[in-house]
C-alpha cells in the first residue's frame, strides 16, 4: 500500500487549482490583443506540469485500485511519469528556444536553463526510480519541485516580465 497518498492527494488538488486559477486569470486578464508567443509557452508550461501531477497521481490511484503491490505500482507510475517528462521536454524546450532566440531583450534566459536542468535531473531519476529504487520519495520530490516551478512561471504570466 502506498504511505503517502494524502501528499499525492494534495499534489493532485494543488495541480488542478494551479491550472485552473491560470486559466481564469488569464482569461479575466482584460485583454483586447493576441497571446504572445512567450505567454503562450508560459501557458502551455503551466498545463503541461499540471497535467504529469496529475498523470502521476492518477497512474498512482489506478494501479493501486488494480491491486499491484506499492512497489510495482511505484515503479509502473515512474515508468508513465518519465515517458510524460520527455514528451514534455520534446514540446516545451524547442518552444522555449523559440521565444529566447527571437532577440526580445525582456525575455530572460533562467526559466530555460531551470526547465532544462530539470528535465536533466528528473528524466534519469524517474528510470532509475523504476529500474533501482522503486519508492515514493522521487515521485513527491517531482511534483513538488513541479509546484514550485508552475507556480514561479504562473507568476512571470500574471507580471508579464521576461
Known amino acids: 500500500m502506498i504511505e503517502h497518498w494524502d501528499t499525492f492527494g494534495l499534489f493532485s488538488e494543488i495541480a488542478i487549482g494551479v491550472a485552473g486559477f491560470s486559466a481564469v486569470a488569464t482569461a479575466l486578464g482584460g485583454r483586447e490583443r493576441d497571446f504572445t508567443d512567450l505567454e503562450k509557452t508560459r501557458l502551455a508550461m503551466i498545463f503541461m506540469c499540471s497535467g504529469l501531477i496529475l498523470i502521476g497521481c492518477f497512474t498512482l490511484y489506478v494501479l493501486d485500485s488494480a491491486g499491484l503491490s506499492a512497489e510495482n505500482t511505484i515503479a509502473a507510475t515512474s515508468l508513465v511519469v518519465s515517458f510524460s517528462l ?63 516551478f508552475t507556480l514561479l512561471v504562473f507568476h512571470r504570466l500574471l507580471v508579464r516580465s521576461g
Not at 524546450?93 to 529566447?100: A, C, E, M, N, Q
Not at 532566440?101 to 528524466?123: D, E, Q, W
Request: net charge positive; with cysteine.
Open 86 to 148: 520527455l514528451f514534455f521536454a520534446a514540446n516545451l524546450i524547442p518552444r522555449s528556444r523559440k521565444v529566447v532566440r527571437a532577440g526580445n531583450s525582456t525575455v530572460s534566459y533562467v526559466p530555460l536553463v531551470v526547465l532544462c536542468s530539470y528535465y536533466t535531473v528528473f528524466i534519469p531519476l524517474c528510470i532509475a526510480n523504476f529500474a533501482i529504487f522503486r519508492a515514493e520519495w522521487p515521485l513527491i520530490l517531482l511534483f513538488a519541485l513541479t509546484i514550485l
